[in-house]
């Protein structure tokens, strides 16, 4: 028998006929975090033991065995935590903090009722939300002086300075987004009952709606956070001497033995996940919880 | 020009409001006097909200005027605060501030817009609580609390300005039968203390009680006015007879 959709055959086929949910189908902006929170808790161990297990395999019959380079990461270890690694927590603090400051001014310039500002917000919005960030690295390192003198004083800018400049410039035009969306999500009926009871622009903005905003601000805030502190490797492009490039450094000390590769940049990758990881967990909670309750 | 109270409260005369090339509002006149109540009832569509809606400037009009206490609302150097210290209104929805509590809310405006003092607010704020029948809700957030309870929190809030004028926007259309009474309480109280109100409402009932003076509109006109004792028995237009014939 002929199946006629919405007569005889089942309902499910007439799918075709709904428009498909784009936005339904496409990354929401939490597509890195999500991906990191889905991860099961025993991950980094399953990542040492492939560390460990790798260059048995690889190497076996070379003559620096295995353990000959676990031996050097043991004593490169606290070193590449307290110089390396804690450098980069450091720059992706510096960097969040700029950026959201400024990422904050941006998007209420976004919002604002002056056109020109308006315009002037959105164009730097996209300009450094869709510039690759290793670019913007580039720029900031090139362009910006070695030194500055103000009223007599020479300020040096060290290249990690400029590196935290740099990774501030895309955290800054994403949470100017974050901001702008934030607001935009409150209702208008909420600016309206605050019009009607004589208070000014400002003072809604700050005092009824922004509060409001906080709470939903937090996980997609959260969620730059950790994309930022993934991305602070890229300053090893720029001889920042962060993880990356200690763990270069010490491989060379250590005679450049290829059977260190995978200890070494394997070691970063846990610190990094060891990091990471809470963070998306949280962000993720967070994210649901905030998205019942609102 | 000084406003007297012997002259209308709110005045619109000849008021024109579109929405790009739809016109709501063709030419509408209505008086209200202090102590007044007029309820405005029509079908939907027939631009009722928008009228109330322009009375304190949340929208603009493209003609005629409108004046409150005989200051001309769409004047561009008028200080809107001003004129929306004097108005208050009450909206369908509520739009209670979420983040702050029934006490907060009813508190938050005479803080911060009229910067008056805090005990003194706080006392006020109490005192309007109880009068909507909430006490205890003081410190219950809007999520906490059902929608005529919320409604109720928003008539207080709007009285904390000390209004000369109060608008009511279908206040009672977003709640249950059971909580529309208690609401219509709230507002019936008002009424007989004196105070100017202006609602737009579905409440035939409530409108016959309360109104002074009753207009119907369709279409973005006024189609007929009058007292509701007159009102509902006597209606003349075969429009309003037949949104009458409906509705009771």
């Given at each position: ?13 007439m799918a075709v006929?709904k428009p498909?949910?784009v936005?339904a189908?496409?990354?929401?902006g939490?597509?890195f ?6 991860m099961?808790w025993?991950t ?7 560390i ?6 690889a190497?076996?019959q070379s ?5 000959d380079?676990f ?7 606290p070193f590449?935590v307290?110089?390396?690694?804690l450098?980069?927590?450091v720059?992706?603090?510096?960097a969040?903090?700029?950026g959201?400051v400024?990422?904050a001014?941006?998007g209420?310039a976004q ?6 500002l308006?315009?002037f917000?959105?164009?730097n919005t996209?300009?450094f939300?869709?510039?690759p ?5 580039f ?5 910006l ?6 009223f007599g ?5 060290p ?7 740099g990774l ?5 035009a ?11 999500s409150?209702?208008?009926?909420q600016w ?5 009871l ?10 009824i709606?922004?509060?409001q905003?906080y709470?939903?601000m937090?996980?997609p ?10 991305a602070t490797?890229?300053c090893?492009l ?5 993880i990356i490039?200690?763990s270069?450094?010490?491989?060379e000390?250590e005679?450049n033995?290829?059977e260190?590769?995978?200890p070494f ?6 610190m990094f996940?060891l990091?990471?990881?809470p963070i998306?967990r949280?962000?993720?909670?967070l994210e649901r919880?905030?998205a019942?309750?609102? | 020009?000084t ?9 619109l005369k000849?008021?024109r409001?579109s929405?790009?090339a739809l016109?709501?509002?063709?030419g509408?006149?209505?008086?209200v006097?202090?102590g007044?109540?007029?309820?405005i009832i029509?079908p939907s ?5 928008t009228?109330?809606?322009?009375i304190n ?6 003609g005629?005027?409108i004046?409150?206490?005989?200051q ?6 008028l200080?809107?605060?001003e ?7 009450v ?6 501030f979420?983040?702050?509590?029934a ?7 005479p803080?911060?817009v009229?910067?008056q003092?805090k005990?003194?607010?706080?006392t ?9 029948r ?5 410190n219950?957030y809007?999520g906490?609390?059902s929608?005529?309870?919320q409604q109720?929190?928003a ?7 000390n209004?000369?004028?109060?608008l009511f926007?279908?206040?009672?259309a977003?709640?249950d ?5 208690e609401?219509?309480v709230?507002i019936?109280?008002l009424?007989?203390e004196?105070m100017?109100c202006i609602l737009v ?6 409108a016959?009680e309360?109104?002074?003076?009753i207009y119907f509109t ?8 009058g007292?509701?004792a007159?009102?509902f028995?006597e209606?003349s237009d ?5 949104f009458?014939?409906?509705i009771l």
């Amino acid at each position: 028998m002929r199946r006629i959709p919405g007569l005889n055959a089942p309902t499910r086929n007439m799918a075709v006929l709904k428009p498909f949910d784009v936005a339904a189908h496409s990354p929401d902006g939490y597509i890195f975090t999500r991906w990191l929170a889905a991860m099961p808790w025993w991950t980094p161990f399953a990542m040492m033991a492939l560390i460990m297990i790798w260059p048995t395999l690889a190497y076996a019959q070379s003559r620096f065995t295995t353990g000959d380079a676990f031996d050097a990461l043991w004593r490169w270890m606290p070193f590449l935590v307290m110089s390396g690694f804690l450098f980069n927590v450091v720059i992706s603090m510096l960097a969040m903090a700029i950026g959201t400051v400024a990422g904050a001014a941006l998007g209420l310039a976004q919002i604002s009722p002056l056109k020109p500002l308006r315009m002037f917000a959105w164009f730097n919005t996209q300009l450094f939300r869709n510039s690759p960030w290793l670019v913007l690295l580039f720029i900031v390192l090139l362009a910006l002086p070695f030194e500055i003198t103000i009223f007599g004083q020479t300020i040096r800018i060290p290249d990690w300075m400029k590196g935290v400049f740099g990774l501030s410039l895309p955290v800054m035009a994403n949470i100017s987004e974050v901001v702008r969306g934030a607001v935009q999500s409150v209702p208008t009926a909420q600016w309206e009952a605050a019009e009607s009871l004589a208070f000014t622009r400002r003072q809604i903005l700050w005092q009824i709606i922004l509060p409001q905003c906080y709470k939903r601000m937090l996980p997609p805030w959260m969620n730059w956070y950790a994309i930022l502190t993934m991305a602070t490797p890229l300053c090893s492009l720029l001889g920042i001497e962060e993880i990356i490039t200690l763990s270069r450094q010490a491989m060379e000390a250590e005679d450049n033995h290829p059977e260190l590769l995978v200890p070494f940049f394997g070691f970063a990758l846990i610190m990094f996940f060891l990091y990471c990881y809470p963070i998306a967990r949280l962000t993720m909670r967070l994210e649901r919880k905030f998205a019942v309750k609102l | 020009m000084t406003w007297t109270a012997d002259q209308p409260i709110v005045s619109l005369k000849e008021v024109r409001k579109s929405f790009g090339a739809l016109e709501v509002l063709k030419g509408v006149s209505l008086d209200v006097m202090k102590g007044e109540v007029i309820c405005i009832i029509g079908p939907s569509g027939s631009g009722k909200s928008t009228l109330i809606r322009c009375i304190n400037g949340l929208n603009d009009i493209q003609g005629g005027s409108i004046t409150v206490e005989g200051q001309e609302v769409h004047d561009a150097n008028l200080d809107k605060l001003e004129l929306r210290k004097k108005v208050g209104m009450v909206f369908q929805q509520y739009n209670l501030f979420p983040h702050k509590t029934a006490l907060e809310n009813v508190m938050m405006a005479p803080l911060k817009v009229l910067k008056q003092d805090k005990s003194e607010v706080e006392t006020r704020a109490r005192a309007l609580i109880k009068k909507v029948r909430l006490e205890g809700k003081e410190n219950s957030y809007p999520g906490e609390l059902s929608g005529g309870q919320q409604q109720r929190v928003a008539i207080a809030r709007s009285l904390a300005m000390n209004p000369d004028v109060m608008l009511f926007d279908e206040v009672t259309a977003a709640l249950d039968p059971e909580t529309v009474k208690e609401v219509l309480v709230t507002i019936r109280e008002l009424a007989e203390e004196g105070m100017t109100c202006i609602l737009v409402t579905h409440e035939m009932g409530f409108a016959r009680e309360v109104a002074d003076h009753i207009y119907f509109t369709d279409r973005g006109v006024i189609v007929e006015h009058g007292p509701p004792a007159t009102f509902f028995t006597e209606a003349s237009d075969p429009r309003t007879q037949e949104f009458l014939g409906q509705i009771l």
